[in-house]
Each structure stands twice: as structure tokens, then as C-alpha cells.
């Protein structure tokens, strides 16, 4: 029975935010039609009206039919299967996301693990010695790190190893010059072409995933099955692993899944920084260009992964630790 509530208000969470979505996105100033239209009028010197008509008849949608039957259409579609057709890119949604996911889900998935593991370790370190100098040196660097953009950390590495040094290329996932497919030379430049955005992301999320494991683990370190293993002579790296680790590390799970659920909304400064074909990428021009059918896609997507990585992240808890199960 729980899992039946449990995955009817996962549906119905979906079916909520995919609504509230539909609306904001329509309320939103401007439309594709006028977007297209004014760009008409700038570049082409057509005058408004010939430019609307044009628009409309280019991108096969009306704004003045009404909302009600606008969601009407969307939700039939959905029922079906269909996310619809871009407006910009004149490719079905599900095509776009397709071929723009993977690219996304290679720089976070890599950084995010990197950082969170790093993170965790030095979290650990530094809670066993938080009385040296190791402790100031990583809140600092947290604190730095952590309120600094990773846009402006990316341009900070473009303009170092880039532009200055010549190090490593800039933009693109990689050279156009390689023959895409399972080949040394285009492994090895989508490798290179992914470092600095990579590092852009671990550079300013280690610091969060260290501090937070820190306060878990002194926490940890206070309770009294701590001070047992101590009185018992175990070897301090058990202590640290077996029973400070496990048991600070699982509020963190949590976080961990919504960190993987969110990245597949990609990092629509980063990708467009780096000109990174990702999820973010194609979602900012979606929004400049309001490419409503392409927006609605993608953060339906983002919905559904959101929402499915916490009830993973709930199952994971459940399985990590032994009091859920039994509360339970």
C-alpha cells in the first residue's frame, strides 16, 4: 500500500508542476510569433504585419487560441508520447533532448562524482583534524569558492589555459576535424574538450560537498558508540570508515540524488560559455527564442528526474540505514 501512495503522488507531482509549467511558460512576455516577427522586421525590413502572418504560418502556431485548448492539445500529445516539434530548431522535442542529454549528462555526472567524492574525503580529514591548520585552510576555500559563480570560474579558466597558454581548447564538444564514433582521436578530443567545463564544476562544488560532510562527520564523532570504539582500541582508520563515514555520510544521500535529478536541466551558462551542446544549452535558446513546445520538453524532463532521484534518493536511505527500515 505505501508504494501505491508512493507512486500516485509522484504522479501526481508531475502532472502538477508539468501544469504550473505550461502556464508560466505562456505567461511569459512575448511569444515565438512575435519573437520571430520582430527579428523579421530588424533583419528582412518587412513591415509588422507581413512579418506576424509569415511568423505564424512558419511556426504553425497561433497565439490566440485559447490556453484551455492549447493544454488540451499539449496533454493528448503527452498521452501519446509526443513532446511536439521545436519551433527553432524544426526537430521534434524528444530528437533535441536526445542529442543534447548525453553531452549534459558526460560533464556533470564526471564532476559531480569527482567533487563529491573528494568532498567527502576531505570532509572526513578535517573533521578527525579540525584542530589544525587543515580546517581554516578548506572553510576558506569553501567560502571562496562557493560564492563565486561557475560562469565566472569557467571564463577565469578560458582566459588561463585557453587564450593565455593555448593549454586546452575553448568551445565545442570536440574538433570538428575528428570523424565522430568509437576512435581514439574523437575519444580523446571530446576528453579534452570537456576538462575546463569539468573543472568549472568541481572548483566550485567541492568545497559545499566538504563542508557539509565535516559538520555530519563532528557530529558523528560526539555520540557515544564513537567513544566505545575508541575505549575498544579500534584502529582509527575503522573508526573513520565504519563508523563515522556510513553514519555521516547518509543525510548527503539525499542531496546526492537531487544534485543527479538536476543535472539534466545541464548548466545553461556553463554549455553556453563553452558552446557546449547540452540540455543547457538548448534550453537557453529555447527561452530567448521562446521556443514554447522545446522549453515545456525539457523541463518536463527535468521534472521527472527531479522527482524520480528523490524517491531513489528515499529507497537509498530506507537501505543505507537500518532505523528507516524498521520505522518503517
Do not use: C
Not at 570537456?194 to 560537498?209: D, E, F, N, Q, R
Amino acid at each position: 500500500m505505501a508504494w501505491v501512495r508512493r507512486i500516485l503522488l509522484v504522479v501526481l507531482t508531475i502532472f502538477f508542476a508539468m501544469t504550473v509549467t505550461f502556464v508560466v511558460i505562456r505567461m511569459m512576455p512575448g511569444n515565438p510569433v512575435e519573437t520571430l516577427a520582430m527579428d523579421m522586421v530588424r533583419n528582412q525590413g518587412v513591415n509588422y504585419d507581413e512579418a506576424y502572418a509569415r511568423a505564424k504560418s512558419m511556426l504553425n502556431y497561433d497565439p490566440d487560441i485559447p490556453l484551455t485548448q492549447q493544454y488540451v492539445r499539449y496533454v493528448s500529445g503527452l498521452l501519446k508520447g509526443n513532446l511536439g516539434e521545436s519551433m527553432s530548431f524544426k526537430r521534434p522535442v524528444t530528437e533535441v533532448i536526445a542529442g543534447a542529454l548525453p553531452w549534459t549528462l558526460l560533464l556533470l555526472s564526471v564532476s559531480l562524482l569527482i567533487s563529491f567524492v573528494i568532498g567527502i574525503f576531505i570532509g572526513m580529514y578535517v573533521a578527525w583534524k579540525r584542530n589544525t591548520i587543515v580546517d581554516p585552510i578548506v572553510s576558506i576555500y569553501a567560502s571562496i569558492a562557493g560564492s563565486i559563480p561557475d560562469y565566472i570560474v569557467g571564463l577565469l579558466l578560458i582566459l588561463l589555459f585557453a587564450v593565455n597558454l593555448h593549454w586546452l581548447p575553448n568551445r565545442g564538444p570536440y574538433d570538428p576535424s575528428v570523424t565522430p564514433g568509437f576512435n581514439w582521436p574523437y575519444i580523446s578530443s571530446v576528453a579534452e574538450h570537456a576538462i575546463l567545463p569539468i573543472s568549472a564544476y568541481i572548483i566550485t562544488g567541492l568545497g559545499a560537498w566538504a563542508l557539509a560532510m565535516k559538520g555530519n562527520a563532528i557530529s558523528v564523532l560526539g555520540e557515544d558508540y564513537i567513544t566505545a570504539a575508541r575505549a575498544r582500541g579500534l584502529p582509527q582508520r575503522r573508526i573513520i570508515t565504519t563508523y563515522v563515514g556510513r553514519n555521516a555520510i547518509l543525510p548527503l544521500i539525499t542531496n546526492l540524488a537531487i544534485s543527479f535529478g538536476m543535472m539534466f536541466g545541464g548548466s545553461p551558462l556553463i554549455e553556453n560559455i563553452f558552446v557546449y551542446p547540452g540540455v543547457g544549452y538548448f534550453l537557453n535558446q529555447a527561452v530567448s527564442r521562446r521556443d514554447f513546445t522545446l522549453m515545456q520538453g525539457m523541463f518536463l524532463m527535468i521534472t521527472v528526474a527531479v522527482v524520480l532521484a528523490n524517491l531513489v534518493a528515499e529507497i537509498l536511505y530506507s537501505v543505507l540505514d537500518p532505523r528507516i527500515r524498521q520505522e518503517g
